[in-house]
């Protein structure tokens, strides 16, 4: 499983963006609703985004999925792009 270390980096900077612009939003709506949107959640509008937006994330996904960066949820991830 090869990894092109520049898109990666490209790939983390977009995720970083995306989730800056929008852990307020995701406070308020916690607050509002009174509910706790899980990580899993946070993840799957994450990719959700970078599907629709038609945003190649490959390398974020492949180093996701190693087991040396296991989060709990990678059968989730691959699920939602395979």
Same mark, same amino acid.
């Given at each position: 499983m090869k990894i092109n270390n520049d898109e990666l980096f490209d790939e983390v900077v977009l995720a !970083?963006?995306?989730? *800056?612009?929008? $852990?307020? =939003? $995701? !406070? *308020?709506e916690e607050t509002t609703r009174d509910v706790i949107i899980s990580s899993e959640e946070k993840w799957l509008r994450l990719f959700g985004h970078f599907k629709e937006n038609r945003i190649a994330a490959h390398n974020l996904i492949k180093k996701l999925s190693m087991p040396s960066?296991? =989060?709990?949820h990678q059968q989730q991830l691959r699920e939602y792009f395979l």
């Open positions: !970083k963006e995306y989730l *800056q612009s929008n $852990w307020e =939003l $995701w !406070k *308020q960066a296991y =989060l709990g």
